[in-house]
């Protein structure tokens, strides 16, 4: 019979010593949970199975002692190893008395702490399946295909850790949805989870958004603001198209991620902020570092666990429950009857090559169950260019590059007739700002070369 996998709860009011610890317990084959203080951890108690809880016991407002004393009430089985000072080592002993397991002084070895609780559990091996939760979907379809099924095993895993992730995948492949989902099998699953557009904000206010300000910091500045960053204290905060972000911002981002404090714009104090941080692009970073467009120190800062998220194209064995998941959800948000697809549309959909991947599929498939007659989706409904269409991919690929120039050179001019306002020059071409910012980054066009 398999041994289970122990879930290490670690309570201290030190991030750093939760960051080390996290990643000691999380290579030895350890499910980790952490907390910030003895108010946190009989929370995470009373949702989450813990086998065992390695505490500080010098915290603020409630100490290793009484956050022990109190757990007593909640569940007494749970061993519990101390981590003190010398000066407390008194209380540690105390505590031994009162049933806890052991205690370890610090400055302590990590290693030395893991072998310890290995020791507790009698040296029994750790089995690397999922941990023993009820797994949250927040309703992301993951499908049956091995890739999906291996991503999301790793997805329960990271979203037990505190790590930063970052997320990589295609334009519409559900990488906001992965960020929600890790959130929502988090340790603070009802922490705040707080969504940054890095893509769609100007630089000039995204440092205010992101860090907030005070009042007469600068012109427009009438009272005190929080930032995004700050709002996400206690939950976790998705900074989405994180490759757009200007060289100024990635340098204060990198900051605040090394030592975890933020500074307001025009603020003297710092603040220490607690939260996980989850970046998410479509874009090439390692290309952008070799172009000295994106920091190489800030890439791996994100980066301690990276998640590619896989095209639709490249797990076609999904497409069928998905499009079945999606044809569902449309008829009843639009009050229709039940409608099937036909023969014809099932190859069809198996075969196209979805460039717009999930996203595409599912505003696709919503037209379709609009459109269709007799409660039956042929492939005419759903209204994709390529159907009918007798090119071979490489034409298609041939007339996609003569697209993308055009599309490149009517961005150039609309710039140069605007002096590079990027508001104006999206009215000119008809297209909201989020999408000229996307485009700008796909064709690596700089708008301030065309600024007066």
């Given at each position: 019979m398999k041994t289970p996998i122990r879930t290490v709860l670690l309570v201290d009011d030190d991030t750093n010593i939760l960051r080390v610890l996290e990643a000691r317990f999380t290579s030895?084959?350890?499910y980790v949970l952490q907390a910030?203080?003895?108010?946190q951890a009989l929370e995470t108690v009373k949702s989450k199975a813990v086998d065992i809880i390695i505490s500080d016991i010098k915290m603020p407002n409630m100490s290793g002692i009484e956050f022990y004393s109190r757990l007593q009430s909640i569940s007494r089985g749970i061993p519990i190893i101390f981590l003190t000072a010398y000066g407390t080592i008194p209380e540690a002993v105390y505590a031994i008395q009162a049933g806890a397991v052991d205690y370890l002084a610090k400055p302590f070895d990590g290693k030395k702490l893991v072998e310890k609780v290995d020791e507790y559990f009698g040296d029994q091996p750790v089995e690397t399946s999922l941990p023993p939760h009820q797994f949250d979907d927040a309703g992301l379809y993951w499908g049956d295909s091995l890739r999906m099924q291996a991503l999301k095993e790793t997805v329960n895993r990271v979203a037990a850790a505190k790590a930063n992730t970052l997320i990589l995948g295609e334009s519409g492949v559900g990488k906001e949805g992965m960020a929600l989902c890790i959130h929502k099998n988090s340790a603070t699953p009802n922490g705040p989870y707080i969504v940054v557009d890095c893509g769609s904000t100007p630089s000039g206010i995204l440092e205010s958004e992101l860090f907030g300000h005070t009042k007469g910091s600068f012109t427009n500045a009438v009272s005190d603001k929080t930032g995004l960053i700050e709002a996400a204290h206690?939950?976790?905060l998705f900074l989405d198209e994180i490759g757009n972000i200007s060289t100024e911002m990635q340098h204060r981002l990198l900051r605040f991620l090394e030592d975890k404090k933020i500074r307001r714009v025009g603020a003297v104090e710092e603040k220490q902020i607690d939260c996980r941080v989850i970046a998410a692009t479509n874009a090439d970073l390692q290309a952008d570092i070799a172009s000295g467009k994106?920091?190489?120190d800030?890439?791996?800062r994100l980066r301690v666990v990276t998640l590619d998220i896989p095209p639709l194209r490249k797990r076609k064995e999904d497409i069928g429950?998905?499009?079945g998941k999606f044809i569902d959800q449309h008829c009843r948000e639009h009050k229709l009857n039940p409608v099937k697809i036909s023969e014809k549309t099932a190859v069809f959909l198996e075969n196209h090559d979805w460039p717009g991947n999930i996203r595409e599929l599912k505003n696709a498939l919503e037209a379709a169950v609009i459109l269709c007659r007799n409660s039956?989706?042929?492939p005419s409904d759903l209204q994709l260019e390529s159907i009918g269409s007798t090119q071979t991919r490489q034409e298609r690929e041939s007339d996609q590059f003569s697209l993308e120039s055009s599309e490149k050179e009517a961005i150039i001019k609309a710039l140069k007739k605007t002096d590079g306002v990027l508001t104006r020059a999206a009215d000119l071409l008809d297209i909201s700002r989020r999408s000229i910012h996307?485009?700008?980054?796909?064709?690596?066009i700089e708008a301030a070369e065309f600024r007066k």
């Open positions: 030895a084959g350890y910030g203080s003895g108010t206690g939950g976790t994106f920091r190489q800030l890439y791996y429950k998905l499009a039956t989706i042929e996307y485009k700008l980054k796909k064709y690596r």
